[in-house]
């Protein structure tokens, strides 16, 4: 208990705490008696001065939560935190909200960290050996060093996947006039969704636990959590939040240096693809012609022939036309005279 203690002393000089006593004024030499008074529930007393101070309460004392209410005071020179904020020091008046809900236990006056999480570590956010912050950033038991290996592998092979899909349809797509840009255009819609929700959560409002859970799951996801995953954390458990912050950093232009390659690469094959193609049909094309050439000797020495063949016909036919046309021209010319020598007669 902090007692206000009045006592005989020159006025304006403040006697020290000593344990959990705090003399918070002082009298003039003449004051004959002491007077005690503890400070109140709502009250601590300040260490290494003569007050008594309120209850730290606000936003500006309670970082990062949705409360403000963040110390329990009880009239002794120390502040608890409540349960879901710590403070670095036992002398701040500031407490940091913690992200993991039921991490940090409170009523302390640094705030007890939970199993598996190691204490008086900052935000409790430091497993304990053997254990490894997930995606949603509780602390899981570590699998064997192969497990780890895997599921890394699994994962990064997925995510590529999803990446090429995405890039091989818009390319595709795009390369079309009249293609159905529906797949793409959903694809962009659940992109940005995926990004929009995972801001929600960063927003200083009491949701429910699973909706909250829910949020940090897209968040997640969509890139919020970084490269914090246990396979990673086990795998590198001496791994800075600066050093996944570059890594995190330097994968997106490296990935596309790598799309870039492999798109450089598979256009070359294409191109020495279609030019073995294009000169294997040129290939087929001089066979083809000579063929065609031959094939055009034969049929034009048929064809002269023929023509022949149709020449002397056609000169017979003219000559056998010429005779007729000549009989009929000498009988009207024998039936005009022997007219005429009918009339010479008569």
Known sequence: ???????????????????????????????????AR????????????????????????????????CFKCNGST?????????????????????????????DTELGTCGDKYLNHEPLCAVCEEGYARDILGTCVECAAAWVSVVVLVVFALAGAIVLLIFVVVTLKED????????????????VNFVQVAGMLGEFEVNFPSYVAAYFNVVSASSGGAGISISPINCLFPKMTYLDK?????????????????????????KRRKEERRAANAGVRLVDVNS???AESDGDAQERGQEVGDVDDSVGANRK???EAIAAAISGTVDTER?????????
């Not at 006025?11 to 030499?29: E, I, L, N, S």
């Not at 120390?78 to 409170?106: K, P």
Request: glycine content about 10%; aromatic content about 8%.
């Open 1 to 35: 208990i902090v007692f206000r203690i009045q006592q005989l002393a020159p006025t304006g000089m403040p006697v020290p705490v000593v344990g959990d006593v705090a003399v918070v004024a002082a009298t003039d030499a003449l004051t004959p008696f002491l007077v």
């Open 245 to 269: 912050l570059v890594v995190q950093l330097v994968a997106p232009p490296a990935l596309l240096v790598l799309f870039a390659i492999a798109l450089l690469f598979n256009g070359y094959r």
């Open 78 to 106: 120390g502040m608890n935190v409540t349960a879901g904020y710590w403070r670095y020091s036992e002398f701040s008046e500031v407490a940091y909200h913690c992200s993991t809900g039921g991490v940090c236990l409170g």
């Open 320 to 322: 056998k036309t010429a």
């Open 175 to 190: 390369g079309s006039e009249e293609a159905d840009h529906s797949l793409v255009l959903l694809l962009k819609i659940f």
């Open 291 to 293: 063929d065609t050439d």
């Open 38 to 69: 503890p400070c109140a529930d709502s009250e601590y007393g300040v260490r290494g001065t003569s007050e008594c101070e309120r209850c730290p309460q606000g936003l500006e004392h309670c970082i990062g939560g949705p409360s403000t209410v």
């Open 338 to 346: 022997r007219m005429l020598l009918r009339k010479a007669r008569v």
